[in-house]
């Protein structure tokens, strides 16, 4: 059966998806990127916030037309909106005719033998992951669901509390990856810095990095999503002895404010939290710190903002998102007091951008006259320039890109040194060494 799929969401969803496409696959299906020439769509889901769910709702009523036509015989919706909302998506979208939940990923070749009637051979967790993204880089997800609980968040009520997978699975992962061609791994968990608590009773984060450096196989490996508290000595000076390792500190904070913290239910002062920032700036000499906040928090007073900005001013991050807050059902902020008014929220949200812009345009300046280590991922059709990622730009859209002059043709993948001699806001530009 020929089979399109559309994945929504994150990195970690974006993983289930390639193992489900490896499903597939082994099962004797055909996977097909114009849905108009699919016998089934399936749709992987998100529903952490409530733009999510509705991208996911649309492109399920969008997907559904195919079926409407003719064209398409089955459409199957899996992920995260499946899990929350099962029982919804059954009754009220009659045009699905699976909703296959994150609980149920342990028996989907069951479920898609009845479903499908195709083989049935393959598990999850046995399956070889088709690589969605560019070749040469993957994401190694580390653990599942999260036991942090911040009263915003509702992936704990989505995919559970932390549970990490075994170290050795988790090699053997790696090498499965290094030989499809993967020369940048990139580590992920809702809290990688949580890594092995469950599993061996200690923080194992530092121990699978020096295994996976001590395997030769990578070029790079990248660290995401590192929960600011668990990020002690030990960790910052033991990456540094790893060559591959890069110096990118992915840690989100959410709040520069000790009580919005508490309300979040966030762990790590702010107080702390420099010093972390500081410790990792004495060990590394140019390091990469990304961060996200969140803007109207419930109870958020126009000092606790303030306290925010003036944070960034002295942090001066590399990389930074923010995002106004979402109330999401069944989470503890949904019906705290205080919610703050939207226009507020985006006032706010406005005001603190600016303000990194200026901070991020300043940052990238800085880089001016070094040569940077570029991973190759695309040349321009009318300029002839290429684009790339230096370490300090993670894969996933969010950072930015450097773009450069080659002496040479240069193959998508490849490694290359380029000297920078411009900036922008987030981007930066050069020539090949």
């Known amino acids: 059966m020929k089979i399109g799929f559309v994945s929504l969401g994150c990195s970690k969803n974006l993983v289930d998806s390639e193992r489900i496409m490896g499903v597939l696959r082994a099962n004797g299906h055909t996977l097909v990127q114009d849905p108009a020439k699919a016998q089934a769509i399936f749709i992987n889901t998100c529903g952490f916030i409530e733009s999510a769910k509705e991208e996911a709702i649309a492109t399920i009523f969008e997907m559904a037309q195919y079926k409407q036509k003719g064209s398409c015989e089955k459409l199957i919706v899996t992920g995260c909106l499946a899990q929350r909302y099962t029982k919804a998506l059954q009754e009220e979208i009659p045009e699905i005719d699976a909703v296959i939940a994150i609980r149920d990923y342990e028996r989907i070749d069951e479920i898609l033998k009845a479903v499908l009637h195709d083989q049935g051979c393959m598990r999850f967790w046995d399956s070889e992951r088709v690589l969605s993204s560019r070749p040469w880089s993957a994401y190694l997800k580390i653990a599942e669901g999260c036991s942090n609980h911040c009263t915003y968040c509702a992936i704990p009520l989505i995919r559970g509390d932390n549970v990490s997978y075994p170290l050795e699975q988790l090699i053997a992962e790696a090498k499965q990856l290094a030989g499809q061609g993967v020369k940048e791994l990139v580590l992920i968990a809702q809290d990688t810095t949580k890594y092995g608590v469950d599993l061996y009773g200690k923080g194992m984060l530092l121990t699978l990095l020096e295994q996976l450096e001590a395997l030769g196989l ?216």
């Open 218 to 433: 990578f070029h790079w490996i990248r660290v995401l999503y590192m929960y600011p508290d668990e990020i002690d000595e030990a960790l910052i000076k033991g990456m540094a002895k790893l060559p591959h390792v890069l110096p990118y500190f992915d840690i989100p904070l959410q709040h520069a404010n000790d009580e919005m913290l508490r309300k979040m239910n966030r762990r790590g002062m702010i107080e702390e939290v420099k010093k972390t920032i500081a410790l990792i700036r004495d060990v590394f000499a140019h390091p990469t710190i990304r961060t996200t906040f969140i803007v109207g928090f419930p109870q958020e007073e126009s000092h606790h903002f303030e306290e925010l900005l003036a944070f960034m001013k002295e942090m001066r991050f590399d990389r930074l998102g923010a995002f106004p807050y979402s109330k999401e059902e069944d989470t503890a902020a949904y019906d705290m007091d205080g919610q703050i008014d939207e226009a507020v929220k985006q006032e706010r949200l406005d005001r603190l951008m600016a303000l990194q812009k200026e901070i991020s345009k300043a940052n990238m300046e800085a880089h001016i006259g070094e040569v940077m280590e570029v991973l190759v991922e695309k040349r321009d059709g009318l300029s002839g320039a290429y684009r790339g990622r230096g370490y300090n730009s993670a894969p996933d859209g969010v950072d930015g890109s450097i773009t450069f002059q080659a002496k040479e043709e240069l193959e998508p993948g490849c490694f290359v040194k380029v000297r920078i001699t411009e900036a922008g806001v987030h981007d930066l530009y050069g020539e090949q060494c």
